[in-house]
């Protein structure tokens, strides 16, 4: 009998070892074109790019869901590339380097003496679902400031809401990156 239960146990528990785990599946910010302005008081300044700030999640790789303002959770087999901040900091570096705005734009580590200093702070980077309604959220605020002599140049808090294709991470993946498109485009402006 104790033979028996032995055998049946490990049937039991090796059955639970055998199922395959969900495949994980990345997901990315995709960095849009910008093209060249021409002008700007800022052409020959350098300007350094800080790591966002999360005012509430820590930022991670994790992709963030919430169904009210009290339930919220993390996508367990869905994340980003990178850490967001990682990943925002890299694209604001690359979408203002493109935009030629300024003479240099580099990442806050670099060891260049810079002219001014955009530093952001991530309100929301989430997907919302409400009842039917599926949409992802983006709010950055920027902050412009002379590093030379601590003065406030400007400060702006873009926030966007774009609806899903699908209730799910790849749908929040794609509204999202149509939002960084926006994002792009109106940081690009309020900089010029």
């Given amino acids: ?39 700007g008081e800022y052409r020959n300044k350098i300007l350094k790019v800080s790591y966002p700030v999360g005012l509430g999640e820590k930022l991670t790789d994790g992709m ?16 980003w590339s990178n850490n967001i901040g990682r990943l925002l900091q890299g694209s604001m570096i690359q979408i203002l380097s493109q935009s030629r705005l300024f ?27 409400r009842g039917k309604a599926s949409y992802a959220v983006v709010s950055i605020q920027f902050t412009l400031t002379n590093a030379e002599t601590g003065k406030l140049l400007k400060v702006k808090r873009f926030s966007y809401r ?15 990156n149509r939002i960084m498109v926006k994002l792009s485009r109106d940081l690009v402006r309020w900089l010029k």
């Fill in 64 to 79: 963030l869901y919430s169904y009210s303002l009290s339930d919220s959770g993390e996508y367990l087999n869905s994340r």
């Fill in 162 to 176: 774009e609806n899903t294709p699908t209730i799910d991470a790849k749908g929040y993946a794609e509204a999202t």
């Fill in 1 to 39: 009998m104790r033979y028996i239960m032995l055998v049946l146990s490990f049937f039991l528990l090796s059955g639970c070892s055998f199922k395959e785990a969900p495949v994980m599946k990345v997901y990315s910010l995709l960095i849009p074109h910008v093209s060249p302005v021409s002008g």
């Fill in 103 to 129: 003479k240099v734009v580099v990442p806050y580590t670099s060891n260049i003496e810079e002219n001014l200093r955009l530093e952001s702070t991530i309100f929301d980077f989430s997907h919302h679902v």
